[in-house]
């Protein structure tokens, strides 16, 4: 750097300000009004490469004296200021930045201010100049504040902003504010009340914003420019999304620590600059270092089983977002990887601890809390492996409550009070106490009584609550009773299912539970019923009735088929009537016997009377063919058979016509038909010649006749087929041998299909002219055999 050597007038003077960079160029107070001419660029423009350009001056409140600066800007290396008034000095200049220029602070005595300022080359080739004129009175400047002095937050649609003034608090009254929408082209401006801060309300909280900020003119501030732009960041208006992953089981993680993984994320990351997060422990034991801005969304901690805070929030420079919290539970459950560790609560306010002599820390702290309570700390130093705590004023030890209790060991003797919170304690063991246990108060609930069989059933429960179970539970009891009769069964206290095994089937039991402590066994639960199942079918035997079942069901169904198939078959296929029941069988069948028997009766009267076989003897009978449903009939009024015969030396005797023994024959019998003649013979015989010879007896063959046996039998059936018929009579009337029959017969044809009963009715002016044969009626048939 180059000082400049200085000329004081007391009259004029005049102050050359150089620069500190080096240059060639000197400062001649002498020659100052040629400063003009010098530069041949005088009032350049100023976009040209040397020209300068917002040359001003101005006074700024001190403390003491007001003090002046000059700034202005040009592109040159070297810039050079002439301060005139009554006296010169040279005053070190300094660069901003690229373009702008700064003076020091130099004295000014009331009254004008001239300066020039020149800027030339390192060669000193070109030249650029300017001057500055003003006076004292109009030169006091107040601000513009800088960024660093200016602090805003925004909160709920307003915005709060805040000016640190500095020296200058003093002159100033009020400040105007002006702002617009970020990238918008029109400003707003609002003035504050005071001169300190300003609220501005009814903003949109998405919306980015730019602020200028400038004083209030007054005497004390006859100029107040206006501020850089401040940008404004939109306001954070929700809370991170935080998640959180545990792990203990990292094999670089010691024993009694666990890994938190803290992330989180927030819906208008672009706008956050930083995020703030705080761990801290629920018991309230101080930490030095709690807090951690970092820029990341994420947090890896090592932290003991303690219960913990996490809170995260996000930041900008108009503020914060809302906190967003997690809570790290504690780990009051026993670990394989814990110590040896025994509690004893002497007193409302102490208790013992001792464990393991293989632990080599010296700083110890110790956590303790009932269930809902937030836990107390006392952190101590000792080398021994036991340890009384005393005059405990957080909580009082109450009866029958159960107490946590977590042992904490810190490696470095100096951090028996926590420094950091990350990686600071691990976790030695846990325990629980009782000041005094007491016996339940409840029972257990829930009883349920589950897949119960023929010789078991299952028991479910719930357990006690901590507060109604007042001790350390160590089991249950279990009362089934069968025909009065109560057994009691102890289980385990860490199960809350049973089985209760060999019960009698198809009987009723009741259930009762109750649990129990070092004091004694609680409350009894309310009566639980069940019955067994009864004995169960086998499986063969279930097979077995199902075979039965389907059988009978097969049989139903068979018969109910038989009869819808039986009565199908009467409906649409109806049976043919029985030949052997027609009454013309039936007539036929009685002249058959009448033929029979005759030659039986002829050989009789030939004994008795001389009858042969040149003489006709007709035979009259007393005994009348009657059916066998109806009752006898008198003999008063009954026809004589008048039997016809010729004598016929070839013709067969009477034995040999008589039909084989396997001639169909009716269930009457006739064998009294022969005694019955024989008595009428004997009685009432008359021997006759032949009257007309031409009349003959044609012969008779085996076939012309049916078994005497059979009998005369009228059946209530209208007709017969012709097959049927001639089946009994084809023998009988082979060719024309019935030449006459009494009137009464219909004559019968081979030929024919059905013929028509007839009957003999004893009485000829009977009503029945139907044909049909009823019970009283009495077959006389007359019969001409030629």
């Known amino acids: 750097m180059r000082k400049c050597s200085a000329a004081f007038y007391f009259t004029l003077g005049f102050i050359s300000l150089c620069t500190t960079e080096a240059s060639t160029g000197s400062c001649d107070c002498q020659n100052v009004n040629s400063l003009k001419d010098k530069c041949n660029n005088t009032e350049v423009d100023i976009s040209h490469l040397l020209g300068v350009y917002d040359l001003t001056c101005f006074m700024k409140h001190t403390k003491s004296d007001p003090v002046y600066i000059c700034e202005w800007k040009n592109e040159g290396n070297i810039s050079t200021l002439y301060a005139l008034q009554r006296k010169c000095r040279c005053i070190t200049v300094h660069k901003k930045n690229a373009t702008a ?63 640190d003034w500095g020296d200058e608090r003093t002159y100033i009254e009020k400040f105007s504010v002006k702002y617009r929408e970020f990238s918008a082209t029109m400003w707003k401006e609002q003035q504050s009340k005071n001169h300190r801060e300003f609220i501005m309300w009814n903003l949109t909280s998405s919306l980015s914003y730019e602020l200028q900020i400038h004083c209030l003119h007054n005497a004390k501030c006859a100029q107040c420019p206006l ?21 203990d089981d990292i094999h670089f993680i010691s024993a009694g620590q666990r890994k938190v993984v803290v ?30 801005n970092i820029k990341d969304p994420s947090l890896n901690l090592i932290l003991s089983y303690s219960a913990y805070n996490i809170s995260v929030r996000a930041l900008n420079s108009a503020g914060s977002s809302p906190v967003s919290s997690i809570a790290i539970e504690k780990m009051d459950e026993w670990r394989d990887s814990f110590g040896p560790l025994s509690v004893n609560i002497t007193g409302n306010n102490s208790f013992s601890l001792s464990w ?21 700390f006392r952190p101590f130093y000792e080398k021994q492996t036991h340890r009384e705590i005393t005059d405990i004023t957080e909580s009082i030890f109450q009866p029958y409550t159960r107490y946590y209790f977590l042992l904490h ?53 719930s357990p006690v609550s901590e507060e109604d179970l007042r001790g350390f539970l160590l089991g249950y009891y279990i009362y089934y009773t069968e025909d009065n009769n109560e057994i009691p069964l102890e289980v385990d206290p860490s199960i809350n299912r049973f089985e209760l095994l060999n019960l009698e089937s198809n009987r009723a039991y009741r259930v009762q539970l109750s649990a129990f402590t070092a004091a004694g066994e609680g409350q009894r639960s309310d009566f639980k019923h069940f019955e067994t199942n009864p004995t169960e079918f086998t499986a063969l035997s279930s097979i077995i009735a ?131 003649l024989s008595t009428s013979v004997d009685n009432d015989v008359t021997s006759l010649e032949s009257k007309d010879p031409g009349v003959t007896i044609s012969n008779m063959t085996r076939s012309d006749f049916i078994p005497a046996s059979q009998p005369a039998v009228v059946f209530m059936s209208d007709y017969t087929t012709m097959e049927i018929f001639q089946q009994v009579t084809m023998t009988a009337i082979q060719g024309p041998s019935i030449q006459t029959v009494n009137p009464e017969f219909v004559p019968v044809h081979p030929g024919q299909d059905y013929i028509r009963q007839s009957c003999f009715a004893r009485n000829r002016q009977s009503d029945n002219s139907s044909g049909a044969c009823n019970g009283a009626e009495v077959l006389n048939p007359e019969i001409t055999v030629l």
């Open 356 to 376: 393991s002599s293989s632990v080599s820390s010296v700083c110890y702290s110790v956590e303790w809390w009932a269930k809902g309570q937030i836990p107390a």
């Open 546 to 676: 199902a075979v039965i079942v389907g059988i009978i069901i097969l049989l139903l169904a068979v018969h109910l088929s038989c009869r819808l198939l039986h009565r199908a078959k009467k409906l649409m296929w109806p049976s043919i009537p029985n030949p052997e029941n027609s009454n013309a069988v039936q007539k036929i069948e009685i002249a058959y016997e009448l033929g029979i028997l005759e030659p039986l009766n002829r050989q009789r009267l030939e004994e008795s009377e001389g009858c042969d076989s040149s003489t006709l003897c007709v035979v009259e009978s007393k005994r009348e063919a009657t059916p066998l449903s109806s009752p006898p009939i008198s003999q008063t009024s009954v026809k004589p058979t008048i039997l016809l015969l010729s004598e016929d030396e070839d013709s067969p005797s009477i034995l040999d016509e008589i039909a084989p023994p396997d001639t169909p024959t009716f269930p009457m019998d006739f064998s009294k038909t022969d005694s019955t």
């Open 409 to 461: 060991t810190r490696p470095d003797a100096d951090t028996c009070n926590m420094k950091n919170v990350n990686n600071s304690e691990m976790t030695y063991s846990t325990a629980q106490a009782y000041l005094s246990e007491g016996s339940p108060i409840s029972a257990p609930g829930n009883v349920s009584i589950l897949n119960i069989t023929r010789h078991s059933s299952v028991i479910t429960w």
């Open 263 to 292: 992330m989180w994320e927030h819906a208008k990351s672009e706008a956050v600059a930083d995020y703030n997060v705080t761990v801290r422990k629920v018991s309230g034991e101080p930490i030095n270092q709690d807090s951690f």
């Open 227 to 247: 501020s850089e732009v401040i940008m404004v960041p939109q306001e954070l208006t929700d809370a991170p999304s935080i998640k959180w992953e545990i792990q």
């Open 101 to 163: 220029w700064i003076s020091d602070t130099f004295d000014v005595i009331n009254g004008n201010l001239i300066a020039h300022v020149t800027a030339t080359t390192e060669d000193q080739s070109r030249c650029s100049y300017k001057n500055f004129s003003g006076i004292s009175s109009q030169m006091t400047r107040c601000g513009p504040p800088s960024k660093q002095n200016v602090t805003f937050k925004r909160s709920s649609g307003h915005l709060s902003v805040e000016v």
